[in-house]
């Protein structure tokens, strides 16, 4: 297969799976989301969505977060990890939005990227999916797809959303790096891998990826 054919293959392949893709974080508008998606930080969408309902039950826009203190919001997010570092930014984001934004969520990555707790991958996914600006989120499973399928060299997240982003069709950003999280989920975890259900690494897979896992499944036995 040439390259694009495999793209093709690829964005068929998805699409006939996920042609209704579910957004992972649950959230009900673009401040929930943003808050959902800075607690997912080495954290998992599980986790978070049990999360997330108490914390929004006390607050779930800027004016009121900011009624709560710190320690507040900490005691009620510790279960997603990194807890004090993400209720300080949680705050602080907060603080900020009321004051520069009249408590709105701003649609540029770079502004988004200026609040507290808040990096690219967070600020990406926020316009992606609150606002359906084109953005190519890189999150693991997309990293370890993109590698595994020969798109990326898996250096770094960075080049992974450059190669991405020069591969596929901008008007399929949004929709394909749901797609891809949920197939890498599904079909192409890091542990517990099955190559026979995977698919599209079966079909299109860097060569190299392809034999080790054929090597330790013979070596293994299983």
Known sequence: MTKKEKINFTIHTLEELYPEIPVPLDH?????????VLLS?????????????KLFMRADNPFDMVKLTVEEIR?????????PMKSKGIHGLSKILIEKYNGEVPKDIALLEE????????????VSQAFGIPAFPVDTHIHRLMYRWG????KSVVQTERDAKRLFPKELWNR???????YGREYSPARGWN?????ITRTIGRKSVINDY???KKTTGH
């Open 214 to 216: 054929l090597k330790t």
């Open 115 to 126: 609040l507290p707790a808040v990096g690219h991958k967070t600020a990406s996914v926020v």
């Open 176 to 182: 394909l790096h749901l797609q891809i999280i949920w």
């Open 41 to 53: 930080a080495q954290s998992t969408d599980v986790r978070v969505n049990q999360i997330t309902p």
């Open 28 to 36: 009900k508008d673009p401040y929930t989301l943003l808050i959902a």
């Open 195 to 199: 190559l026979e259900k995977d698919s």
């Open 151 to 154: 798109f990326s060299n898996g």
């Open 75 to 83: 005691e009620i997010i510790k279960p997603v990890g990194l807890s």
